[in-house]
């Protein structure tokens, strides 16, 4: 048991607090609070190993299958012990040597553990049987699909069809357990971060069969030029016909990272379009003049809607709905409120989750709580007028890909809340907000079951997830 897992986080203290200054924006101090968590997971297994396993055991499966408790079981009843000791018992005090806060990550992470029993099983490789729980629904999941590599992006049609892409260029419908390659697409760069991305359905699919299919496009062979790209036609048995690009972002550049690119439709059938800054942050994403580091709003057909926020704007792209994104990797929608969200890749750190509106600014690169790669700063500026936060972020980065806003029934316990994918530490992320956009609770769900690429609740109603490497598409079904 590697990581902490399926923890649930609720920030009663500072729930609904937020400060005013008047020189500042207020700063949703929920989010600060939660960052303490997030950035220690590592540590508080390092302090585990170097202060506690040598007696209560390597793994902290001893508190797990604790049943027991000489002095209790809650956060507070262990802070105490481990801080002050029990020396009649044995039990070292520790309060010299860790800080408060560190103690209690040392809990969180015992905590956490005990809370996720199930989880030496299911890393054992039985997730056929393993039961998940959460917010009291008892989940398991089915294996639904292994033939993609990469599947990027998952989606259905009303009749139960599923489609789902892989990155490496092919798409793939499955009905009735018969899987089958869809053919009529374009060519795309496969290399990097490029490929085929994401595959998603005209609201009207289907009386028109019109499907939407984002990609690398090449600009020519060999010049290793690339940009990202959105391809639309028509379904004809399994080919897509009619076909064309509605939309290729501007500039084509000579890298293979940060295309994007996840799409969505509103309920009034705009086309949202996020593109990513293709790894020139300094040249794209502040300015109005490109596509990149942008997220788009288009009409079904790739033609742009008249009340754009920058439709008027000498010199800028009429598509522009928002700028200053870095690596959008997840897209959702909230069909009540309306309210779009994106999760993008920060730097080293910074992973964001954004409430999407009209004409604003993300920041990118001027912002950030993440720093470069190899730790040096970008800016120490995570705060700017005309800026927009992030709801929430992560450091370090989960490397977030995939994003779903839940609305179906089968899952009450996680209606309104939003769900992104992490690659790097392999789980299901679920933040819970509040009707203002303030982060209240976080759980992570199937620990270390591996890089997760897509997450989507379809047609049926069924949250199905991608993962990679080896690839595998699950559906969650509660019991
Ligand atoms: C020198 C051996 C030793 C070390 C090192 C040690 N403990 Fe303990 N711990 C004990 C003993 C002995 C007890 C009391 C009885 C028991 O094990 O149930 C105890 C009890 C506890 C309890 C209370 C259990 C209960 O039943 O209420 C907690 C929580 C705990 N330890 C956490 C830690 C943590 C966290 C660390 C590392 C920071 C740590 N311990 C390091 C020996 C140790």
């Not at 499966?61 to 956060?75: A, D, I, L, M, P």
């Not at 010299?96 to 103690?103: G, I, N, R, T």
């Not at 393993?130 to 049609?157: C, H, Y």
């Not at 709580?369 to 120490?380: E, K, R």
Request: aromatic letters at 12%; a negative charge.
């Amino acid at each position: 048991m590697k990581k902490l897992i399926s923890v649930s986080i609720v920030i009663v203290l500072l729930l609904g607090v937020s400060f005013t200054c008047n020189k500042c924006t207020p700063i949703p101090l929920t989010i600060k609070k939660e960052i303490v968590y997030q950035e220690n997971i590592g540590d508080a297994e390092k302090y585990y190993g170097n202060y506690c396993s040598s007696c209560h055991g390597k793994q902290v499966k001893e508190f797990v299958n604790r049943e027991k408790w000489v002095y209790g079981s809650t956060r507070n009843e262990m802070f105490d012990v481990v801080r002050n000791g029990a020396e009649e018992n044995g039990m070292p005090a520790y309060g010299e040597v860790l800080s408060d806060k560190q103690v209690y990550e040392l809990i969180d992470y015992i905590l956490a553990a005990i809370e996720d029993k199930k989880s030496e099983e299911f890393n054992a490789g039985n997730n056929d049987d393993v039961v998940f729980v959460s917010e009291g629904m008892r989940l398991k999941l089915e294996l639904v699909a292994e033939n993609a590599d990469f599947p990027w992006a998952i989606t259905q049609s009303n009749d139960g069809r599923l489609f789902y892409t892989d990155k490496s260029g092919k798409l793939f419908t499955k009905k009735e357990n018969v899987i089958q390659e869809i053919t009529g697409l374009p060519s795309v760069i496969y290399k990097g971060q490029g490929g085929l991305m994401d595959v998603i359905l005209h609201p009207d699919f289907e009386n028109n069969q019109r499907i939407y299919l984002s990609y690398s496009k090449p600009k020519s062979d060999d010049d290793g030029y690339a940009t990202t790209a959105v391809f639309s036609g028509i379904l004809e048995n399994n080919a897509i016909v009619n076909s064309k690009d509605i939309f290729v972002a501007d500039p084509y550049v000579n890298t293979n990272r940060h295309f994007g690119c996840r799409m969505i439709f509103d309920n009034d059938g705009f086309l949202f379009v996020a593109i990513g800054e293709r790894g020139r942050r300094d040249d794209y994403p502040q300015k109005l003049d490109n596509h990149l580091g942008k997220i788009h709003r288009l009409n079904d057909d790739g033609t742009v809607p008249a009340d754009n926020p920058f439709y008027n704007t000498p010199n800028a792209k009429k598509s522009i709905y928002s700028i200053g994104h870095r690596n959008p990797q997840g897209l959702c929608y909230n069909p009540v409120t309306n309210k779009i969200y994106d999760n993008e890749h920060g730097p080293r750190g910074g992973d964001e989750v954004n409430l999407v509106e009209a004409g604003k600014n993300y920041g990118w690169p001027v912002i950030t709580y993440g720093i470069n790669y190899i730790g040096t700063t970008i800016t120490d500026l995570t705060h700017q007028e005309g800026m927009e936060q992030p709801i929430r972020y992560w450091v370090p980065s989960i490397a977030t890909c995939g994003m779903e806003f839940v609305t179906s029934d089968k899952y009450p316990g996680w209606k309104g809340n939003i769900l992104s994918g992490s690659l790097k530490y392999n789980y299901l992320h679920r933040d819970v907000f509040d009707e203002n956009d303030q982060l209240i609770k976080e759980e992570k769900l199937f620990p270390d079951i591996g890089r997760m690429r897509s997450i989507e609740q379809c047609a049926d109603g069924y949250i199905y997830f991608g993962l990679e490497e080896p690839g595998r598409i699950y559906r969650i079904v509660p019991l």
